[in-house]
């Protein structure tokens, strides 16, 4: 039998019998250079740990989970030794000299309901997160923006991660003056009855859906901050920390269907504005008042001094 293999076999069984505190030693001594969390279309999670290379064993937590498919090799792909630690809860590997690749799949981790997946993770080290198809995500209620990157760095995570695929958009064209401004409203949701009034500088439209994430990108030289959002006439939060510089992100969660109201400052131009023809009258007056008034005081003046002489 393998001398090494012999040695690793003592090894694991004294970590077994050593208090939990004292095994901790080894996962101090080990050092993971990435974690990877994959996660694709189907809401299928793929996780990848990438350890160095040590010259004696090391151990590693493992995320919290359903684990299957776990495989543990070096970067030739070749097998490295290792042994569980309780219930999947991490695992001791072997001494190599290359470093050493876990992988697995979590199952049941990620769940959809109400078109929204949903996973609550937790591991207290960094940890990164690729996505399919999607620019916006939720952590902890709160909307990160991906834009065109895949994914996220997740730093000491512990989050609640919140996603939605192919979610319905909805486009409404506003009009002031002759400009004109593209509305978009994401949403689950349905939408009726869009409408927007210049005079209050309001959005508004009617929800039906419970606590269904709403997003509404406004262009921001159209109706700019300050901000406010409305339920039914009650004030709601929302979220607004997404701004590319043109458009503007403005995230909320109703709990119930109702009325929104969005609000803010009114953009326009007003050089661009034609005075009315009926508005022109009453300044052309002033002006030829100002001028008859000036006239009559200089013959008046002129009258008084020629009488005088």
Known sequence: MNCQFIVFSIIVSLLIIIPAAYAQVF?????QRSIEVLINSLGEVHVKHVVDGLGFPNQIDLIEGKIVNLTVKDQEGNKIQHSM??????LII?????????????????????NIWTMDFIYLKSTSFLFPDVDLIFVNEKPVYLGEKKGIMCHGCQMLLEYSLNEPKLYENVKIQDNEYLIEIRTWAKINQFNFDPGLGEISFELKGENAFVTTIIPIDFLSE??????????????????????VWLNMRPQNSGDISITGTVITDFGEIEIPAEDKFPVEYVIVSIIIGIVVIGVFFFKRKKVRV
């Open 27 to 31: 996962e101090e001594q080990s050092k």
């Open 85 to 90: 630690i309780g219930n999947n809860d991490g």
């Open 94 to 114: 072997f001494p190599s000299k290359e470093d050493v690749i876990v992988e697995y799949d979590l199952l049941d981790e990620l769940t959809l309901k109400d």
């Open 226 to 247: 300050p901000y406010q959002v409305f339920l039914d006439g009650e004030k709601i939060l929302f979220h607004n920390y997404i701004n590319n510089g043109t458009h």
